[in-house]
């Protein structure tokens, strides 16, 4: 079972959230300020934090800092009134996983906590098979190494990497690789995804005598060994 923290001072707006995420099997936590907020968060685990920002005590903003200077992984999605692109930014670069406007749809909130738990989830599962052919990949201390030899990534092109090692010896199409990698609604005209395969390529097969990147013509990416490529 999931568990989420609710921050939430409108009752009416809580109570809605509350019982869609009770119904989809979610343990959820309610509070109201600011304050208690962080205590809760720091004395206890949670999956999904879903934090307003206009709160009694501290706002969210502050919140954000504070969690993520705690060094604590849990998922933050802001809900709030204030949807300008400036208030979207000051709550990504506080630490937010993600940023929605109120209105909103249940179903989306839903989607969007879905998302991020199956990114964070993929994360996770690389230990079970953290070593594709000469390619290592330890995600608690960020290293990569190919045939012993370390690669340094950006944080975009180390999460690229895990969802095509997670899904190695699949194809994988340039729309299914921008919504794990990027966003639930990133747009499919831009070209984004084939930029980040370069540079992806550029660093883990230029140097080596065989690729395991490869470009299936037509239908997108996959990570094998050996591929009909075009």
């Known amino acids: 079972m999931m568990k989420c923290l609710l921050v939430e001072d409108d009752d009416r707006v809580a109570s809605f959230i509350e019982e869609g995420l009770t119904d989809k099997s979610f343990q959820v936590d309610r509070v109201a300020d600011g304050f208690e907020a962080v205590s809760k968060i720091s004395n206890n685990e949670y999956d999904v934090v879903i934090l307003d920002i206009m709160l009694p005590g501290l706002d969210g903003f502050e919140i954000c800092k ?12 802001i809900l709030s009134a204030l949807g300008d692109p400036e208030e ?3 709550g990504l670069e506080a630490g937010a996983d993600d940023f929605m406007s109120k209105p909103f749809h249940f179903k989306e909130l839903l989607a969007r906590i879905n998302a991020h738990i199956r990114r964070k989830q993929l994360e996770q599962g690389i230990f079970e098979a953290d070593k594709y052919a000469d390619l290592e990949v330890n995600v608690e201390q960020n290293v ?3 045939a012993g030899k370390e690669i340094t990534l950006t944080p975009r092109e180390f999460n690229l990497l895990l969802y095509l090692i997670r899904n190695r010896e699949k194809v994988l199409s340039r729309v299914e690789i921008a919504q794990a990698v990027w966003d639930i609604h990133f747009s499919s005209n ?7 395969i370069n540079y992806l390529r550029n660093k883990i097969d230029k140097d080596f ?17 050996k591929s009909d490529e075009s």
């Open 66 to 77: 504070i969690t993520r200077k705690r060094n604590i992984a849990s998922i933050i999605i």
């Open 88 to 90: 979207k930014v000051k």
């Open 144 to 146: 990569i190494k190919r």
């Open 190 to 196: 831009t070209n984004v995804v084939d930029v980040y």
């Open 209 to 225: 005598s065989f690729k395991l990147i490869h470009t299936i013509k037509g239908r997108g990416y996959m990570l094998a060994q």
